[in-house]
């Protein structure tokens, strides 16, 4: 069946499933060779956790700060606001006045949010 | 975006403003006070500015369209998260946790409803859900040291999310058949297909999970019962009447913009999902000793009778789902007001325990919550009476009989349950239970006029219904003219 570049049939998407699967078997089938072919050497050393070369100490199911995910939101929060310049820099001249105008009714809400999370005292530390 | 676009979305800009405004008072200044007026004036300047628009029908393109149909489940909507702001006040004042955030996400909520019955876009629709969803997540685990407020704010976050997932992908097969993601144009596109592709009605179908979800409908309704257990009774309130009443609005919208009705599969669908809403929600409503829990049930049951009119598929329908909103929406914030007002500082009054004797302790309050169960369970001289009758009639105008016999049957089986509540508040009790601690007679003024305003709608509705039904055919005049 003759295809122009407007139709796609299911069929056409073939390739991409065959790239799917030679993926997948390219990663289980290492995955299993190594496993099985690989010399075994076995140590107290060896087998201990790793943690970036300190010493491990007790359970991983210890209470970590809550600071630390506020802090973790609020670089989401900021860093997903960069994205939106960077398109907006890129096409200032294009979006014009009305762009500028949208850009910064978007940032004052940020920048408003910005003020009550500062006031209530999320970046204080002790 | 021209200049009258901002004045007809002028209602939901007010509710952004407000919000704002709400969050720098709060980082200025906590006070309880002032963010409860903010709140109450926004909601009263947002329902302003929408008496002043017109019932014609106004595009926004591509994402939004205000016409009757929109500017009636505004106004529905806007009223009831009035309602449940004054009935927050008592409720939250006892309450020692932060409360002044509650308003701050009370607003959003509605916003995100509003968003949603105004769409005619699935990005626009997507955007209201989610904001209306993120801001719910908060407020069902609003009272975090409650037992159960974190089981119910985890449970619907994750049956949440997981329902977005449904929706989003239902809403990629549909624009990957018609190429498409606004509702007029989708409606073209069926209009040059004879039959509906298998891989649209697949698409469809996965909306209807989503959608069913925010419903509340068998069988995507597990969820009912533990957050309307776990949440605080007035966001309970919220849930009931805006959330669901938000989506039926865009239900009805998105299936009159496409004319999707005349599908005999997808309305075979629906049927099935009214049959079994209404029978499981009144049957497990049967022996439930939770308030809140039977309500919940009882609102699954409701939403199967909506779907009875809904199914109607034309303007009577209509009509009567916006008419049988009105006295639900009514019904169910004087039902949750009542378990409001009851509350104490431990715990929200949901036992049937509670109950027992009200009628000789506080004769108003009980006055109330029978007229409301009443009207629940469609008793003349009641706004929920009228509601049933007008559904009934357009269930038998389009000779659904299947529908209309199980509608009646339900309203029965459901007639025990709501009667067991009231016998329960009429019954006399040996132990006087000791008076809880009332609050300042001013700060339950706010709650107690509001119950009151419902009680008087709810009988001057149910007596006199032909005010509320030329009002909702006027603004149904410039919505399917194609009917």
New interface residues.
């Given amino acids: 069946m003759e295809t122009t570049a407007t139709t796609h049939l299911p069929s056409d998407y073939l390739p991409i499933l065959i790239q799917f699967a030679a993926a997948l078997g390219f990663v289980i089938f290492a995955i299993v060779v190594t496993h099985l072919i690989g010399p075994k050497r076995h140590s107290k050393v060896k087998d201990a956790a790793w943690e970036c070369g300190v010493e491990s100490v007790g359970n991983a199911r210890t209470p970590v700060s809550y600071k630390y995910f506020m802090t973790a939101i609020l670089f989401v929060i900021f860093d997903v606001e960069v994205i939106f310049l960077y398109p907006w820099a890129v096409n200032f001249r294009g979006l014009g006045m009305?762009g500028f105008i949208q850009m910064i009714v978007f940032m004052t809400?940020l920048m408003?949010?910005f003020?009550?999370v500062i006031?209530?005292g999320i970046l204080k530390w002790e | 975006?021209r200049l009258s676009d901002l004045y007809f979305l002028m209602p939901l800009l007010i509710l952004v403003g407000a919000a704002?405004l709400n969050?720098?008072v709060?980082?200025?200044k906590r006070n309880h006070k002032v963010i409860f007026g903010i709140t109450i004036v926004a909601h009263l300047v947002a329902v302003f500015t929408l008496l002043q628009l017109n019932g014609s029908s106004y595009q926004i393109p591509p994402f939004f369209v205000m016409d009757g149909w929109g500017i009636f489940n505004l106004g529905l909507i806007l009223l009831t998260s009035l309602f449940v702001t004054l009935l927050s006040y008592a409720y939250f004042e006892q309450r020692e946790e932060r409360k002044e955030e509650y308003y701050l996400l009370l607003i959003l909520a509605t916003l995100g409803a509003c968003v949603l019955v105004i769409s005619q876009h699935f990005m626009a629709l997507f955007l209201g859900l989610e904001i209306l969803s993120v801001a719910l997540y908060s407020l069902i685990a609003y009272l975090r040291t409650r037992e159960r407020s974190d089981e119910a704010g985890i449970k619907y976050l994750i049956l949440a999310a997981l329902s977005s997932a449904f929706l989003l992908f239902g809403m990629a097969l549909v624009y990957a058949v018609t190429g498409t993601m606004s509702f007029p144009e989708i409606g073209v596109y069926l209009q040059s297909v004879s039959e509906l592709p298998l891989l649209l009605l697949t698409g469809f179908g996965l909306m209807i999970v989503g959608i069913g979800f925010k419903l509340g409908i068998v069988p995507f309704h597990m969820w009912a019962p533990d957050v309307y257990e776990g949440a605080p009774a007035p966001v309970t309130a919220f849930i009931a009447t805006v959330s669901k009443g938000g989506m039926m609005g865009l239900l009805i919208r998105f299936f009159s913009q496409a004319d999707a009705y005349r599908y005999a599969n997808l309305m075979l669908i629906f049927t099935i999902i009214a049959i079994a809403s209404m029978l499981a929600g009144n049957l497990l409503a049967l022996r439930q000793k939770n308030i809140k829990r039977l309500l919940a049930y009882s609102s699954i049951a409701h939403l199967g009778y909506i779907l009875v009119a809904f199914l109607a598929g034309n303007r009577l329908g209509v009509e009567a789902v916006s008419f049988y909103l009105v006295a639900y929406f009514i019904t169910s914030l004087g039902a949750f007001g009542v378990v409001a007002l009851l509350s104490d500082t431990e715990r929200d009054a949901d036992q049937l325990e509670d109950y027992r004797g009200l009628f000789w302790r506080r004769p108003a309050t009980a006055a109330v919550f029978t007229a409301m169960l009443l009207s629940l369970a469609g008793i003349p001289l009641t706004a929920g009476f009228v509601g049933k009758f007008y559904i009934l009639a357009s269930g038998v105008n389009t000779q659904q009989w299947l529908l209309v016999l199980m509608l009646v049957l339900n309203s029965v089986i459901g007639l025990y349950y709501y009667i067991k509540v009231i016998a329960a508040m009429f019954a006399q009790t040996k132990s006087v239970q000791e008076r809880r601690k009332v609050l300042h007679p001013a700060l339950s003024f706010a709650s107690g006029g509001a119950m009151a305003i419902l009680g008087l709608l709810l009988i001057w509705i149910g007596v006199y219904p032909t005010s509320l039904v030329q009002l909702i055919r006027g603004l149904l005049a410039t919505f399917m003219t194609t009917f």
């Fill in positions: 009305e809400m408003l949010g003020y009550y006031k209530k | 975006m704002t969050m720098l709060v980082a200025v």
